[in-house]
């Protein structure tokens, strides 16, 4: 069913080149699903699993810069998915992405039900909820999208890992505090660690870290030098409008 477009609003994002409708109210599409997209190093011909996708804007974005990925997105909230399926459609894409309404701690069986097989996905982007122990939002789109347990990252994580091939990749974005939550998370499945810190701006502490890291591989963790969202101004820096209007990509999609 469509969503009540009094309800809704129509935005452009990508610099125009993608049209997201998403909820007036509660949770709202913001930097942290672009930066994802212009980390993922996925190539064309992969099938890349946005998982807690919302209404689509990272696994879009993503799918409308690399001709030939095909795109799952993974959403819990049924009208946040029918709403990521509505703008798959809108944006010309719905021969290559597709929404399900599925629980990312759902059994393998209820994912292959869903057409993902364990060991079938070349790439899985996810931007978890990360407030553990916070009190959570009166508001129900919020306190799905940013309230977790303390299993919360690796239970996502363990879904990623299962849902992956052989050096697969899982690119995550999450809070810069939380960096050693996420690497000892990692360490059961994943190597070849890659980190790239993400600063408010010049000579501020990281607030988000982007990492990307390999099924199965046994490279060694790297850290890349930080990216800044705007100069000491406070102005936008011109390195992350280019890559939040989708004309520049992040290191960690290149290497």
């Given at each position: 069913?469509?969503?009540?477009?009094?309800?809704?609003?129509?935005?452009?994002?990508?610099?125009?080149?993608?049209?997201?409708?998403?909820?007036?109210?509660?949770?709202?599409?913001?930097?942290?699903?672009?930066?994802?997209?212009?980390?993922?190093?996925?190539?064309?011909?992969?099938?890349?699993?946005?998982?807690?996708?919302?209404?689509?804007?990272?696994?879009?974005?993503?799918?409308?810069?690399?001709?030939?990925?095909?795109?799952?997105?993974?959403?819990?909230?049924?009208?946040?998915?029918?709403?990521?399926?509505?703008?798959?459609?809108?944006?010309?894409?719905?021969?290559?992405?597709?929404?399900?309404?599925?629980?990312?701690?759902?059994?393998?069986?209820?994912?292959?039900?869903?057409?993902?097989?364990?060991?079938?996905?070349d790439h899985v982007l996810m931007n978890p909820p990360f407030n553990v122990g916070q009190r959570p939002s009166p508001d129900h789109g919020r306190r799905l999208a940013h309230?977790?347990?303390?299993?919360?990252?690796?239970?996502?994580?363990?879904?990623?890992?299962?849902?992956?091939?052989?050096?697969?990749?899982?690119?995550?974005?999450?809070?810069?505090?939380?960096?050693?939550?996420?690497?000892?998370?990692?360490?059961?499945?994943?190597?070849?660690?890659?980190?790239?810190?993400?600063?408010?701006?010049?000579?501020?502490?990281?607030?988000?870290?982007?990492?990307?890291?390999?099924?199965?591989?046994?490279?060694?963790?790297?850290?890349?030098?930080?990216?800044?969202?705007?100069?000491?101004?406070?102005?936008?820096?011109?390195?992350?409008?280019?890559?939040?209007?989708?004309?520049?990509?992040?290191?960690?999609?290149?290497?």
């Amino acid at each position: 069913m469509a969503a009540e477009p009094a309800r809704t609003s129509e935005d452009a994002v990508l610099g125009g080149r993608l049209l997201l409708r998403q909820p007036r109210q509660g949770h709202r599409v913001g930097h942290d699903a672009f930066l994802l997209a212009a980390a993922c190093s996925a190539r064309p011909g992969d099938h890349v699993v946005d998982l807690g996708a919302g209404v689509g804007a990272a696994g879009l974005a993503v799918a409308r810069r690399i001709e030939d990925v095909t795109v799952t997105l993974v959403e819990i909230d049924s009208g946040l998915a029918a709403l990521a399926r509505e703008n798959a459609a809108r944006n010309a894409l719905a021969k290559r992405a597709r929404a399900v309404c599925l629980d990312v701690t759902a059994s393998a069986a209820a994912f292959a039900a869903a057409g993902l097989a364990a060991g079938s996905v070349d790439h899985v982007l996810m931007n978890p909820p990360f407030n553990v122990g916070q009190r959570p939002s009166p508001d129900h789109g919020r306190r799905l999208a940013h309230s977790a347990a303390h299993d919360t990252l690796a239970q996502w994580l363990g879904a990623a890992a299962r849902l992956l091939r052989p050096a697969g990749a899982v690119t995550l974005i999450w809070r810069a505090d939380g960096l050693a939550d996420v690497l000892a998370s990692l360490s059961a499945d994943f190597g070849g660690i890659a980190v790239l810190p993400v600063h408010p701006k010049p000579d501020t502490p990281a607030i988000r870290v982007l990492i990307r890291a390999a099924k199965a591989s046994r490279a060694p963790l790297s850290l890349w030098p930080g990216f800044f969202l705007n100069d000491a101004a406070g102005r936008p820096t011109a390195e992350a409008e280019a890559v939040l209007r989708g004309t520049s990509l992040l290191p960690l999609a290149e290497n």
